[in-house]
């Protein structure tokens, strides 16, 4: 009788470290996941000021650059592609369009030397450039966020927990290869 309790005493325990190893990696698995919907949250946010700006810059750039619509209509475009993506990759694209656009619009810009001296147009300026320092530390807080949880997603014995729940890894937000260099907005 006295060996049987022991018995079940020493398979509680085994259950009990079981159940609390179990408790413990999927209430860490969940507050990673909300971490990283956060920072994304913040990237996501960070890439809507920016394109709420652009339609002030368009609109200032329009008054002294009328007839180089095809250039204000690319930074219009790339602007609603930006609004539209979902997933890191799709914002990722679409923000690498935009900053093509707004290159072209640096140049547009150097023609008219009274724009750059037009108050709104700088203030304008330093809100984008503000603006820009911002998407990559969002991006950056992102990806550090998305790795610690894609660690533990792929990592034994959570990546059991994580596949029972459905915990998955977290796409990278990822620039193209000429967007490596913080584009420049000093028009």
């Keep these: ?8 005493a020493v398979i509680l325990v085994i259950v009990i470290g079981f159940g609390a190893i179990f408790a413990g990696s999927y209430n860490n698995l969940v507050k990673l996941d909300e971490e990283t919907n956060a920072k ?30 095809n250039v204000l209509l690319g930074v ?16 990722a694209a679409a923000d690498a369009q935009l900053t093509t656009a707004l290159d072209r619009l640096n140049v547009v ?18 809100e984008l450039a503000g603006t820009e320092n911002r998407i990559a530390v ?7 966020s998305a790795k610690v949880l894609n660690n533990k997603v792929r990592s034994f014995p959570t ?22 260099d913080v584009p420049q907005v000093n028009f």
């Design 1 to 8: 009788m006295r060996v049987g309790l022991i018995i079940l």
């Design 40 to 69: 994304w949250a913040q990237v996501e946010n960070q890439l809507k000021r920016r394109a709420d700006l652009i339609p002030n810059l368009v609109s200032t750039v329009k008054g002294y650059a009328a007839h180089e619509e």
């Design 76 to 91: 219009t475009q790339a602007r609603s592609k930006l609004e539209t993506a979902r997933t890191p990759g799709e914002y």
């Design 109 to 126: 810009v150097e023609a008219y030397p009274e724009l750059k001296a037009n108050e709104n147009f700088i203030r304008f300026q330093d």
């Design 138 to 144: 969002s991006r950056m807080d992102y990806n550090e």
């Design 159 to 180: 990546n059991i927990i994580a596949g029972m729940f459905g915990f998955a890894q977290r796409e990278y937000f990822e620039i193209s290869e000429q967007d490596k």
